[in-house]
């Protein structure tokens, strides 16, 4: 059965950092572009950042730049959520999706939630002091 597993999250101080990992169990990571979504309470879940499969490709939302990164290492399986400087509206639950490549899809991955071909289970962000 083809899944992603997303880790890491937890309880965190205003200023400090995190680093998310999504595993894919069932299937190669190396076909698929992965992006990190987010929603908190009351909210619609929005593309934080992805990356397409071979790594060299990376699009980051307006709203982390500068503070998240994503990175992946497809020898592991693994794609990572680097957050640091986090603030309290960073609150939220996150979860990793994966997209296959090939269908020219890529650049709609931070914007279209529908595109996606995988989803994880999410791993909750608190961010309060």
């Known amino acids: 059965q083809s899944q992603l597993v997303e880790s890491g999250g937890g309880l965190v101080q205003p200023g400090g950092s995190l680093r998310l990992s999504c595993a894919a169990s069932g299937f190669t990571l190396d076909n698929y572009a992965i992006g990190w979504f987010r929603q908190a309470p009351g909210k619609e879940r929005e593309g934080v950042a992805c990356i397409n499969s071979s790594g060299g490709v990376t699009y980051v939302a307006d709203s982390v730049k500068g503070r998240f990164t994503i990175s992946r290492d497809n020898a592991k399986n693994t794609v990572y959520l680097r957050m640091n400087s986090l603030k309290p509206e960073d609150t939220a639950v996150y979860y990793c999706?994966?997209?296959?490549?090939?269908?020219?899809?890529?650049?709609?991955?931070?914007?279209?939630?529908?595109?996606?071909?995988?989803w994880g289970k999410g791993t909750l962000v608190t961010v309060s002091s």
């Open positions: 999706a994966a997209l296959i490549k090939g269908r020219g899809l890529f650049s709609k991955c931070l914007s279209s939630t529908y595109v996606m071909d995988y």
